[in-house]
């Protein structure tokens, strides 16, 4: 079973069609990439996925749970890392992640062993200790990464997570994600660093005006030639790639 479904998912804002007939399907094991151009609706798709936004239509399951109609025990296994790194200004680091910790019900002890292996990934006691209104962009994402890493999730919703890390913590962050795939689990990352997904990612969708243009591994949907070459051929008006066709569930 796929440890995320998206089956012909829409979403309205008025007369704006921002995600159209969506059907998705992310099995264990997968690091996936989500491509598209600004405003195709990568980020309102990863939104109804997490539970900040509704479905005007269709049917989300993350592990086999509705997101919609039971999306705490959706929550449960998931993480989110937004497309911008939000902090509680006047909390540290340290006490953001120990925030984290405490809404996902991890004891003490579990906390203390996960904050150290947080800060063994990312680096983080040089400036944890002080307000986070005084860090850097970097730095922001380093502890959002941490947080969504603490309660070890089984799916991980990604969108731009590289945006504003060095090439050291983009290769930790990388490798990461790899080794929760290899664990059995599953991350779906939204990126326009095409470099990242040929390195990283096992499959694709490229969506565009809300619907899914094309989905296949990368070999597949570059077509032997330049996967940057395809992706702006498919999102200027080109017909969709043969390897469209959405995976089962």
């Not at 089956?7 to 598209?36: I, M, Y």
């Not at 006691?125 to 986070?132: E, Q, T, Y």
């Amino acid at each position: 079973m796929s440890l995320l479904v998206l089956r012909q998912v829409s979403k309205r804002f008025g007369s704006l069609v921002a995600v159209d007939d969506l059907s998705l399907a992310v099995p264990p094991g997968e690091v996936h990439a989500f491509l598209g151009p600004n405003g195709a609706g990568k980020t309102t798709t990863m939104r109804m996925i997490v539970g900040l936004l509704q479905p005007d239509a269709g049917e989300i399951l993350v592990d086999g749970c509705d997101a919609v109609r039971d999306g705490q025990a959706a929550r449960r296994v998931l993480a989110y890392v937004p497309d911008e790194p939000y902090l509680f200004e006047r909390l540290t680091g340290r006490e953001f992640l120990d925030f984290t910790a405490r809404v996902y019900g991890l004891d003490r002890a579990t906390f203390a062993e996960r904050l150290r292996e947080c800060d063994d990934l990312f680096h983080l006691s040089g400036f944890w200790d002080r307000l986070a209104e005084g860090y850097s962009h970097g730095q922001r994402q380093r502890v959002v990464l941490a947080a969504a890493w603490l309660h070890r999730p089984r799916l991980l919703i990604v969108d731009e997570p590289l945006v504003g890390l060095d090439p050291r913590h983009i290769r930790i962050t990388l490798d990461l994600f790899r080794a929760l795939a290899r664990d059995g689990g599953a991350v779906l990352m939204s990126t326009h660093t095409l470099s990242t997904v040929e390195a990283s990612c096992d499959r694709v969708s490229v969506i565009n005006h809300g619907r899914i243009i094309a989905q296949g591994t990368v070999a597949e949907l570059s077509a032997g030639g330049d996967l940057e070459a395809r992706f702006l051929e498919m999102t200027e008006g080109a017909p969709p790639l043969s390897a469209a066709a959405p995976p089962p569930a």
